[in-house]
């Protein structure tokens, strides 16, 4: 294989994986994870088993992206 070939193939991989994150996200924030995209809610809730609502891991708000859909 040409190595110049290779060369654009690992630039363009590169480019396709930072390119998404340097461009600026799109949507207001998340409100419910601050967009962190990551939640670790706990508060007492009586409606809940045991009384407690507990939350952990990615926000199901946005999805972990942080960020909601415009
Ligand atoms: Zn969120």
């Given at each position: 294989m040409d190595p110049s070939f290779v060369v654009i193939i690992v630039v363009v991989a590169l480019a396709l994986i930072f390119v998404p994150r340097m461009l600026p996200p799109r949507g207001?924030?998340?409100?419910?994870c601050d967009g962190s995209g990551q939640i670790s809610e706990r508060w007492p809730d009586p409606s809940q088993e045991g009384g407690w609502h507990v939350a952990e891991g990615s926000c199901p708000r946005c999805n972990g992206k942080g960020r909601m859909r415009s």
């Amino acid at each position: 294989m040409d190595p110049s070939f290779v060369v654009i193939i690992v630039v363009v991989a590169l480019a396709l994986i930072f390119v998404p994150r340097m461009l600026p996200p799109r949507g207001p924030t998340c409100t419910r994870c601050d967009g962190s995209g990551q939640i670790s809610e706990r508060w007492p809730d009586p409606s809940q088993e045991g009384g407690w609502h507990v939350a952990e891991g990615s926000c199901p708000r946005c999805n972990g992206k942080g960020r909601m859909r415009s």
